[in-house]
């Protein structure tokens, strides 16, 4: 079982910055893909960005030039920088992760971290 601890998020204006991050920790596992997801009130979770093992990212078309996502393969660790943060931005934000361990394919999620934004 892998476990994702996610750290940073808050309360910020319009137009700030934020920046999240989530380690993977566990036994045995390879991660292949580590990303990041969000919830606003009302809405069904919604895929923001995404990246796999290597360098291949994969955004919400309402975050690109936005937001930028970004791995430390060595440390289990994925980051999300939030810029030009924007009031509909606000929401739960959930680190994914999708690994391999014991010959299985497995999906984990953090526990989520809220991300308010003021207008």
């Known amino acids: 079982q892998v476990t994702l601890v996610e750290s940073g998020g808050g309360l910020v204006q319009a137009g700030g910055s934020l920046s999240l991050s989530c380690t993977a920790s566990?036994?045995?596992?390879?991660?292949?893909?580590m990303g990041w997801y969000r919830r606003a009130p009302g809405k069904q979770r919604e895929l923001v960005a995404t990246m796999t093992s290597g360098t291949s990212a994969n955004y919400a078309d309402s975050v690109k030039g936005r937001f930028t996502i970004s791995r430390d393969n060595a440390r289990n660790t994925v980051y999300l920088q939030m810029n030009s943060l924007k009031p509909e931005d606000t929401a739960v934000y959930y680190c994914?992760?999708?690994?391999?361990?014991?010959?299985?394919?497995?999906?984990?999620w953090g526990q989520g971290t809220q991300v308010t934004v003021s207008s």
């Open positions: 994914n992760a999708k690994y391999y361990s014991g010959g299985y394919y497995n999906e984990n």
């Open positions: 566990g036994s045995m596992f390879r991660i292949n893909a």
